[in-house]
């Protein structure tokens, strides 16, 4: 059983940036893809970012999010990261971390617990 832990949430003002992180507890063919999800107040939860391959050879963003999110991975760390720039308060959400080949799809085979990020005007 994969844990994953995520951690850089906060609170910033429009226009910031913050960087989260997600570590799995062990090295596991799940970690081959990973990604983030998030789920604002009242709403589903959405795919955010995937990074496939132990290179990170396949990267998929949602539209709202390319040019100001950026994902990446260090698999020697076991960990996937979301850079996140020009923050939104539609960005305002719990993220989770996956991981699992049908993370695209919205069908990881393990969730973290999430980290509140919060994007005042």
């Known amino acids: 059983q994969v844990q994953l832990v995520e951690s850089g949430g906060g609170s910033v003002q429009a226009g910031g940036s913050l960087r989260l992180s997600c570590a799995a507890s062990?090295?596991?063919?799940?970690?081959?893809?990973m990604g983030w999800f998030r789920q604002a107040p009242g709403k589903a939860r959405e795919f955010v970012a995937a990074?496939?391959?132990?290179?990170?050879?396949?990267?998929v963003y949602r539209d709202s999010v390319k040019g100001r999110f950026t994902i990446s991975r260090d698999n020697g760390q076991n960990a996937v990261y979301l850079q996140m720039n020009s923050l939104k308060p539609e960005d305002t959400a719990v993220y989770y971390c996956?991981?699992?080949?049908?993370?695209?799809?919205?069908?990881?085979?393990?969730w973290g617990q999430g980290t509140q990020v919060t994007v005042s005007s």
């Open positions: 996956a991981s699992g080949i049908q993370v695209v799809r919205g069908q990881p085979d393990y």
């Open positions: 990074i496939i391959g132990w290179n990170g050879a396949s990267i």
């Open positions: 062990e090295l596991s063919s799940s970690n081959y893809a």
